[in-house]
């Protein structure tokens, strides 16, 4: 053995990675998104008049804006990019929806929010195609992005028709978001499955593998390796 094969050998067997056990931040953020996409489709559907623009964007911004913001920290702190990720391009894209939705008169369009939405839409695709082994997951971030895409559409053309499918489009997204912030929420809980979240790959096994197979890659994890 060299010298610097044992000096190796030494700094290795010092070294330790240190694991912080934290909930799951998707249902906080899934619940968020539940009532911002509800909110919202309210106002394109007609449900509430225009006037009520004002007040809704208060309540979102408010209300789901810190909620994703949250959830995109501790997704991070979580080790899982996509939840880290996803919530924070939700947090930003809800946030400048309410911003221009305050500034601008009841029941205008804008035309700079419908193409920043439709960028946002795309943007979206990058966590929900990386979402694979969480297909519950996977589908709230891509309804998502095909919320935003249409919303900012209706936007750019100020047609009723474009904002009614992105209204209906948004009330799916409301559906699908409580259902996997369920399955989430329960299986953080109880430590199993109880209603079907699609996990599957390297993420079927998150409720029953060894901590040994949970840990074998954590050398190769942002924080742990040499460069991001």
Known sequence: MTADDSGTDRHLAISRIVVRPVGTPLPLGF????????????????????SEGHAVALGVLAFTVPLQLV????GFLARD???G???GVLAGSWAAACLVTLTSPPGASSAGLGVLLVTAGVAMLVPAAAAVTKVAAAAVMGLSA?????????QITAEPLWSTV??????????????????FELEDARHRTLIPTGRRGAGS?????????ELADVVHEAGVRKQL
């Open 31 to 50: 619940l968020g998104l539940l009532v911002a996409t509800t909110a919202f489709s309210s106002l394109q559907l007609g449900w509430i008049p225009p």
């Open 71 to 74: 959830s995109s920290v501790f």
């Open 81 to 83: 990019p996509v939840a």
């Open 85 to 87: 990720t996803g919530m």
């Open 146 to 154: 095909v919320r935003f895409a249409l919303t900012g559409v209706a």
């Open 166 to 183: 992105a209204g209906v489009t948004g009330l799916v997204l409301a559906a699908v978001a409580l259902y996997a912030a369920l399955g």
């Open 205 to 213: 096994d998150t409720l029953s593998g060894t901590i040994e197979g």
